[in-house]
């Protein structure tokens, strides 16, 4: 019986501190989405995106208009100049795959334009999450935007007006759908 009040008292104890913790959320979104710099610099990858998939999709129309032409004109080439044919567009094909890759993959062009245009302005908002989080004592801030699921968030724990506010950004009060 001892044993069982002593391990109550100690399992309460150790509870205490979860209890008088404080903890708040701001959806990262929502206040990005408010700063006009990051606006401008998602417009700005866009533009850069949509330009750069326009060049690789003229390589490959040009890929498919060399391959239709050999098509057309393989019957009558000698072998010599079938293979160098084949082999034209078997490089000209492998450059716009590789030209696809330097631009869209893991660590390509559009990557470290992201990482020069966004990350500075992440790196401010979440400076000032870090202050606001410290001044006012929460143990947690989490993020309603990201992967992390929240099934319930009390709007009193919303600390997304205090953060803009803290960034010197007013947010475009939307208006509901009805």
């Known amino acids: 019986m001892k044993k069982n009040i002593f391990i109550t008292i100690i399992i309460s104890l150790m509870l205490l501190p979860v209890f008088g913790q404080k903890y708040a959320y701001i959806d990262s979104e929502y206040i990005l989405g408010n700063m006009p710099d990051y606006v401008e610099a998602q417009a700005e990858l866009d533009r850069i995106a949509a330009q750069w998939q ?29 293979k160098k044919r084949e082999e034209a567009i078997i490089a000209a094909e492998q450059d716009a795959k590789n030209m696809q890759k330097k631009r869209f993959g893991k660590d390509g062009d559009l990557f470290k334009k992201r990482e020069e245009l966004v990350k500075p302005i992440q790196d ?55």
């Open 54 to 82: 326009k060049e690789i999709e003229a390589q490959f129309k040009s890929i498919d208009s060399m391959y239709k032409k050999y098509q057309v004109e393989q019957i009558t080439l000698p072998d010599g100049m079938k």
């Open 124 to 178: 401010r908002v979440f400076t000032a999450i870090d202050e606001y989080a410290k001044e006012k004592g929460y143990a947690f801030v989490f993020d309603v935007a990201g992967s992390m699921t929240i099934i319930y968030a009390d709007p009193k724990w919303d600390i997304n007006e205090q953060i803009m506010q803290k960034l010197g950004i007013s947010a475009e009060k939307e208006e509901s759908e009805e």
